[in-house]
């Protein structure tokens, strides 16, 4: 019989080492290396989706007393553009630098070797990536990144969230304006986000259960362009 096709990969991944030694003997448990928040910030204006995720992981191990070096990894919509990244750094955000992916990885190296949190991400494709070192034992990193895509009426915009399971809550809010009809937005865990119009914006907010399956994409659809700076009636 033919073989079964692979799964997937889960879009954002998470992957760990301990003490930053990539083998696989120091790969770390998908139990003691978690994302345990999750928030998505989403502003349209007509054709243009602006997006910021912010997430938190957590180094949750109780059996190893040693730092972990997380690789976050998140798949992004076509023709996305990414526009920023931080990552805080004794409790502050600071603003990382993006690099080609083997500058990237020369620059990480030798800062972790000095002992330097360097703040790197790379993209590849529609694909961004970025670890993060140190992760203390029992302590958790936020990052952030945000990217701008496009978006019309017959394709919409979405996120492929998918595979990734979220130990916190998970909060997605959507504005929009310059749009004309009510956006019909999916949310990753299978339900719809109810927005409300509010001047020449549209917005909603939804909030998971904790430990949240992200099942497919995050999706806004249902809308048209709207000439000039309103939102028009259907």
Known sequence: PAAAPAAAAANPEIIGY????????????????????????ISQRGAMIDTTIEAVL??????????VEARFGLGLPGQAVVTGYALDIGGIMVAGTLLDQPKARRVYENEVRKGIDPGLAEISGNMFRTRVYPIAPQGARTIRVSFSAPANAQDGFMLP???????????IRYSGSMIRGEPKIALPWGSTLAVQRAGEWWKGEATSQASTSLTGPLRVAGFEQQAGGAVGDD
């Open 58 to 67: 957590s180094n949750r191990s109780q059996n190893r007393d040693a730092p």
């Open 18 to 41: 301990w003490s930053g030694i990539e083998d696989e003997d120091n790969r770390v448990a998908t139990s003691d290396l978690i994302i345990s928040r999750m928030q998505i910030e």
């Open 161 to 171: 969230l998918q595979g990734a399971r979220i130990a916190g809550p998970v909060t």
